[in-house]
């Protein structure tokens, strides 16, 4: 008995793992402020299509958001089945387009104005015709940068 | 009795609860990084009446995509239903034939040199329309098959140009825009990315969606 007794006061005391918590809680708080949940609240369905070919967006240049779609199950009743454009919060026709691209020029620095690139966010199932008048709208008011945004995978499974 | 002091709270059990929160954050987090087709609008023209360019018919390649998001091919005076798994073979097919003669000699082209199509890469024209009823994932699928179209036939001549920077066009063009990569690097890169850019220059035309 005694032989074991001896090597307990003779080892190392164990590591202190009480600083753990707090190392995980700094891992932790770094996640949830760095995690984004969603930039718009998205009352139309948009699920995008995949594509290979494609390149990053610069995040450092600005970058505006037009989403379209069919409204989802619980806007139906007010916006109906037909495909629809979402510019910000708000479900708006073709006509508000160029308006929406003059707010978003006005937030910018003048310098930074010709490097906004136009996001286009389209449901894979949207038809093409309300995206056609999205971009003679956007070619009427000079925004000529665009990105068809698109998940990263197989086009033949789309 | 004698007086015990309160007993400690464990914390072990915090460093796990901690951890579950942890990873709960990490699995439903995407950073979410925005990628693409990029592409250039042409600019609005109101009323301007240009005249037409003339362009041979054997350097367009005309696709035409309807409302059954069924793609037609018109080259060469011949039109045929074309699948989607075949259109980024024919498209490089039809880039790369080099089919012109005498000051219309195509140097670069590999292709099948046949005088029913393009005469070389400067003058290959692809033309894309659509219906307004066309899936904006047909749209999508052959966007990005004629890109990748283009990019084989750049990586190929970026390769055969530059052999000692052991990449492609595509990796190239990633690592130009990376802002982590050296500046010189990037700044090297611009030019000889520019250079393929006019070697093999993107002539891509879409017509507004039919009516219908």
Redesign the interface.
């Known amino acids: 008995m005694s032989k074991f007794k001896k090597k307990k006061d003779g080892g190392l005391p164990p590591i202190s793992t009480a600083s753990l918590p707090d190392i995980v809680f700094m891992l932790l708080f770094f996640f949830m402020v760095a995690t984004v949940i969603k930039e718009d609240n998205l009352k139309i369905q948009n699920k995008l299509p995949k594509a290979n070919q494609i390149e990053k967006l610069d995040k450092q240049k600005p970058i505006s958001y037009i989403y379209i779609g069919k409204p989802s199950e619980n806007y139906v009743d007010t916006y109906g089945t037909e495909d629809r454009i979402q510019l910000n919060d708000k479900l708006q026709s073709v006509k508000e387009v160029q308006s929406f691209i003059a707010a978003e020029r006005a937030k910018l620095a003048e310098e930074l104005v010709p490097t906004l690139t136009v996001s286009l966010k389209v449901d894979k199932d949207a038809k093409m015709g309300v995206l056609t008048d999205v971009k003679q709208e956007l070619r009427k008011t000079n925004a000529l940068k665009i990105n068809y945004t698109t998940k990263k995978g197989d086009v033949l499974t789309n | 009795m004698a007086k015990r002091s309160a007993p400690e709270v464990n914390?072990?059990s915090?460093?796990d609860i901690?951890?579950l929160?942890?990873i709960f954050?990490?699995v439903?987090?995407d950073?979410?990084?925005?990628?693409?087709?990029?592409?250039?609008?042409?600019?609005?023209e109101p009323d301007i009446n240009t005249p037409p360019v003339i362009i041979k018919e054997k350097n367009i390649f005309a696709l035409t995509?309807n409302s059954n998001n069924e793609i037609l091919l018109t080259s060469g005076g011949d039109s045929e239903l074309l699948a989607?798994?075949d259109l980024q073979e024919r498209t490089t097919a039809f880039l790369d034939n080099g089919g012109g003669k005498d000051e219309d000699a195509c140097k670069r082209c590999k292709g099948a040199k046949s005088p029913e199509s393009s005469d070389n890469l400067q003058k290959a024209v692809i033309s894309l329309a659509?219906?307004?009823?066309?899936?904006?994932?047909?749209?999508?699928?052959v966007?990005?098959?004629i890109?990748?179209a283009y990019?084989v036939i750049r990586n190929r001549e970026f390769i055969k140009d530059y052999p000692n920077l052991k990449m492609n066009f595509?990796e190239a063009?990633?690592m130009y825009?990376d802002?982590g990569a050296d500046k010189k690097v990037r700044e090297s890169l611009k030019e000889k990315l520019e250079a393929i850019k006019l070697v093999v220059p993107q002539k891509f035309s879409e017509a507004?969606?039919q009516r219908n």
């Open positions: 914390a072990g915090m460093a901690a951890f929160l942890l954050f990490l439903t987090t950073i979410a990084v925005d990628s693409g087709l990029s592409r250039k609008l042409p600019p609005w995509l989607i798994k659509n219906d307004r009823l066309t899936d904006y994932k047909t749209y999508i699928t966007q990005n098959e890109l990748a990019n595509v063009t990633a825009q802002k507004e969606a």
